[in-house]
């Protein structure tokens, strides 16, 4: 998909979606990644990695982990365009890329990295 609308990823977190989780759109950034796209859901307690098809239009694999269970997380800022947030969790290093405004996702993305870094980073 080209064209990435709240909409869509809204429809495409719903099944797994807890009441109040943030959402964001990321392009993972590690071997381990199952697929080059993915919604990223995250509330205090866990945080839910849905990896989309080729065209973002299907969930293809979901991960689940507990918040607690994160170590060694780095959260960079540096680009003006872009966040890049990386973990450990069970020896296997993620990385995500996330892009700070897509303006078809209104604040999706501002809202989810001000609460990973008020609320998650250590």
């Known amino acids: ?23 964001c759109y990321s392009t993972p950034q590690s071997f381990s990644a199952y697929t080059s796209r993915a919604i990223l859901l995250l509330n205090n307690d866990r945080i839910i990695i849905l990896f989309l098809n080729l065209f973002s239009t299907k969930v293809v694999q979901k991960v689940e982990y507990e918040i607690a269970d994160l170590q060694e997380q780095k959260y960079h800022s540096g680009h003006l365009s872009s966040a890049v947030w990386s973990f450990k969790i069970k020896g296997q290093h993620s990385r995500f890329r996330i892009i700070k405004k897509i303006l078809t996702l209104g604040s999706m993305q501002r809202d989810f990295l001000n609460f990973l870094q008020q609320n998650i980073l250590n």
Do not use: H, V
């Open 1 to 23: 998909m080209l064209f990435i609308t709240k909409k869509l990823i809204d429809k495409l977190a719903e099944p797994y979606r807890e009441s109040d989780m943030l959402i």
